[in-house]
């Protein structure tokens, strides 16, 4: 038998429910939506504004 490893992109919801523990990368939601919306506006205000990135860090929760 081979050990399989899993691990996710976000909680997978309900998991604990099941007794899995799957380890992820977890992101903030609220900062996600708060740089778009930053974004969408400030090209909406000046559409010469270049198309922007933005990096929002994860936490590893194990």
Do not use: T, Y
């Not at 997978?12 to 977890?26: D, T, Y």
């Not at 933005?54 to 194990?62: E, L, N, Q, S, T």
């Amino acid at each position: 038998m081979q050990d399989v490893s899993v691990f996710s992109i976000d909680e997978i919801p309900h998991a604990a429910v099941f007794g899995f523990n799957f380890p992820c990368i977890s992101h903030d939601l609220n900062e996600m939506a708060w740089q778009a919306i930053n974004l969408a506006v400030r090209r909406a205000a000046d559409s010469q504004i270049k198309p922007g990135k933005v990096i929002i860090r994860g936490k590893m929760m194990v």
